[in-house]
C-alpha cells in the first residue's frame, strides 16, 4: 500500500486482557515507531525500531508493554493485563533514515480498555 | 530531558493571517517539524526547518531560529479546513542511528467564519 496500514482501527477489551495492535509501514522505510496519543495530550513517544539494530524501548511506560518487528517489516506491539490508564490512540509511523526525513503515520488503533 | 510548548488553543478568521509559536529545549538539534492533525485522523507532515530562517511552502510558512529555540508556523488566507490541531516536533540529537521525533502538545486552531 501507499501508505502505513494499522490494525485493528478500534479495540475494546476488558481490564486485564491482553492486546496486540498491528502495524505495516510504508514499503523501503527502514525506520518503524510507535506512539500513543491520549485525550488532551500530546504524542508519546513508545518505541523506534531501525534495520537490524537494538529497538530503543525508552518509551515503554511497564513491562506490560513490548514489541516486536519481524523481517524488518511489520511490527506488533502487545500490552499484556491492559489497564483503564491504556486507554489511548496508538499511532505507528515509518520514515527513511535521513536527518531531514519526516514521519510518516497511520491512522492509529484506538484502545478503550473496559 | 526534552521540552516542546505551544499555545494550547487559538481562534482566528477565515481569510485571516494566524501565526502558532513554538519553543524548545531538547538535547540537542537536527531539525523542527511541523504536522497538521484533523479531529480523529493521523498527523500529517507539513514542513521541516534546519538551519534558521523562514521556508515557505504555499499558503503555510515555518521560521526558525536556533539561538532562541523558537519557532512558528504561520498560515495565511485562513480557510474553513485548517480547522485542526498544529504539531511541533523536534528531532534532538539522541546518537547515531536515532531519528526518533518529540512532539509537543499541539495547539488546536479554530477557524471561524
Known amino acids: 500500500g501507499a501508505g502505513v496500514s494499522q490494525s485493528p482501527s478500534n479495540k475494546v477489551t476488558e481490564k486485564g486482557k491482553d492486546v496486540e495492535l498491528r502495524c505495516d509501514p510504508i514499503s523501503g522505510h527502514t525506520a518503524l515507531y510507535w506512539y500513543r496519543q491520549s485525550l488532551g495530550q500530546g504524542l508519546e513517544f513508545l518505541i523506534y525500531?531501525?534495520?537490524?539494530?537494538?529497538?530503543?524501548k525508552s518509551g515503554l511506560p511497564s513491562d506490560r508493554f513490548s514489541a516486536e518487528r519481524t523481517g524488518g517489516s511489520v511490527s506488533t506491539l502487545t500490552i499484556q493485563r491492559t489497564q483503564q490508564e491504556d486507554s489511548a490512540v496508538y499511532l505507528c509511523a515509518s520514515s527513511a533514515v535521513t536527518v531531514n526525513s519526516p514521519l510518516h503515520f497511520g491512522n492509529g488503533t484506538r484502545l478503550t480498555v473496559t | 530531558g526534552q521540552n516542546i510548548d505551544q499555545p494550547t488553543e487559538m481562534t482566528a478568521t477565515e481569510g485571516a493571517i494566524v501565526q502558532i509559536n513554538c519553543t524548545y529545549q531538547?538535547?540537542?538539534?537536527?531539525?523542527l517539524f511541523w504536522y497538521q492533525q484533523h479531529a480523529g485522523e493521523a498527523p500529517t507532515f507539513l514542513s521541516y526547518n534546519v538551519l534558521d530562517g523562514l521556508e515557505e511552502k504555499g499558503r503555510f510558512s515555518s521560521f526558525l531560529s536556533r539561538s532562541k529555540g523558537y519557532s512558528y508556523l504561520l498560515l495565511k488566507e485562513l480557510q474553513m479546513k485548517d480547522s485542526a490541531s498544529y504539531l511541533c516536533a523536534v528531532r534532538p540529537s539522541l546518537g547515531a542511528g536515532s531519528y526518533q521525533l518529540t512532539f509537543g502538545k499541539g495547539t488546536k486552531l479554530s477557524v471561524i467564519p
Open positions: 531538547t538535547s540537542g538539534f537536527n531539525g
Open positions: 525500531f531501525q534495520g537490524n539494530s537494538a529497538p530503543d
